[in-house]
């Protein structure tokens, strides 16, 4: 067992957010576990992190599904006794109006982007107590959510709806497991310029987009904070009069 690194679970880790956070908190010592689903891109981004200098153990996986997200956790476990942060960064969406919008991309999304947070959670919270127990940062959760999951936008109701409810998630582990000093926090930007907002790009420039390493820079930030100091979400947006928009 190692016990002197912090260490953290992304997910979502092979491109976009999830590989800026994980490159990020590589920089910052962090040993991690990283997951996504497909294999190839998860270990080119691991190499990438261990040519760094990194710890990195990859585990390709669809952490909404139990029995891998279950996997995902016990590789981590079968390494190390605690769990510092665990960064959910894997999620997914789609656009459509709400009077055809097909009930199994709903139920994805929700399956995606919350029934994979709460799986990962649950199996880890005795891992992030313990590394909270020790210390002086706590243990945390960082989800990333989505301003349209602050305030909807239209065409985006899955989406929305399932991101307002990781934002809640997020404010339950706080409430809850705060006192044993877990605490979560969901950032939650506008357009963040990765593969997901490629369908974008005839609408609005990339370059205006928020940039991954931004996003990763705040993650890295609350992880830095000391364990008194909770943050329940943050909002990201871009210049502009959208403001509370994406
Ligand atoms: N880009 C934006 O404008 C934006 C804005 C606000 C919030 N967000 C949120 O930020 C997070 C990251 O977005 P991104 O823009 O970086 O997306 P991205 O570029 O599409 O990357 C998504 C990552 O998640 C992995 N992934 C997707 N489904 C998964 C699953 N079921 N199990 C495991 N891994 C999975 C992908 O790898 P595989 O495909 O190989 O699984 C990939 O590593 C998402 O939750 C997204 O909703 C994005």
């Known amino acids: 067992m ?14 976009g957010i999830g590989l800026a956070v994980a490159r990020r908190l590589a920089a910052e010592g962090f040993a991690l576990t990283l997951a996504a ?25 669809d952490v909404s ?16 006794d605690a769990l510092d ?26 399956a995606v982007n919350v029934r994979s947070a709460f799986l990962l959670v649950q ?10 127990a020790r210390s002086e940062h706590g243990a945390r959760v960082v989800a990333i959510a989505s301003i349209t999951g602050v305030t909807a936008e239209p065409g985006l109701a899955a989406y929305s709806a399932s991101k307002a409810a990781l934002i809640s998630l997020c404010e339950s582990i ?10 979560a926090t969901a950032v939650s930007p506008g357009y963040v310029e990765t593969d997901m907002t490629a369908w974008m790009h005839d609408r609005l420039d990339p370059a205006a987009m928020i940039r991954a390493e931004d996003v990763a820079e705040l993650v ?11 943050v329940p979400n943050i909002v990201m947006t871009r210049p502009g009069p959208q403001l509370w928009r994406a």
């Open 174 to 183: 706080t409430v809850s497991e705060g006192a044993q000093g877990v605490t």
């Open 85 to 110: 942060v665990l960064a959910l960064c894997a999620g997914t969406g789609s656009v459509g109006s709400l009077d055809d919008y097909p009930v199994r991309r709903w139920d994805r999304q929700f």
């Open 220 to 230: 890295a930030g609350v992880c830095r904070l000391s364990r008194t100091a909770v």
């Open 65 to 80: 599904d139990e029995a891998q997200a279950e996997a995902v956790a016990g590789e981590h476990l079968s390494r190390y």
């Open 37 to 61: 689903r497909r294999p190839e891109p998860l270990h080119e981004a691991a190499a990438q992190l261990r040519a760094l200098g990194a710890e990195v153990t990859a585990v390709p996986a």
């Open 2 to 15: 190692m016990v002197s690194k912090r260490t953290a679970l992304v997910t979502g880790a092979s491109r």
């Open 123 to 132: 199996r880890l919270l005795p891992a992030l107590r313990t590394a909270a």
